[in-house]
């Protein structure tokens, strides 16, 4: 069942959550940006798709700096 999250703050935490998990259970190592940017992907490709390949775009990046954050939050 696919999660909807209702605010920034919900998909934030899950987003946290994830990574740790996955920093824990996988070989491959995946920055935080990435797990960021495909989670978001997933339930709001609307702002995935705003940032995907611009200098907010957080992918490549091993933290996601406030204005992704700031940015993400406010077209929520």
């Given at each position: 069942?696919k ?13 946290s ?19 960021y ?32 954050h ?7």
């Amino acid at each position: 069942m696919k999660v909807y999250y209702k605010s920034f703050n919900d998909f934030l935490a899950d987003a946290s959550i994830l990574y740790e998990k996955l920093k824990k259970k996988s070989t491959e190592h995946q920055r935080y940006g990435q797990v960021y940017f495909n989670l978001l992907d997933s339930h709001r490709p609307d702002i995935a798709e705003k940032i995907r390949s611009t200098k907010l775009d957080p992918f490549f990046h091993d933290e996601v700096k406030k204005e992704i954050h700031e940015f993400v939050e406010s077209q929520w």
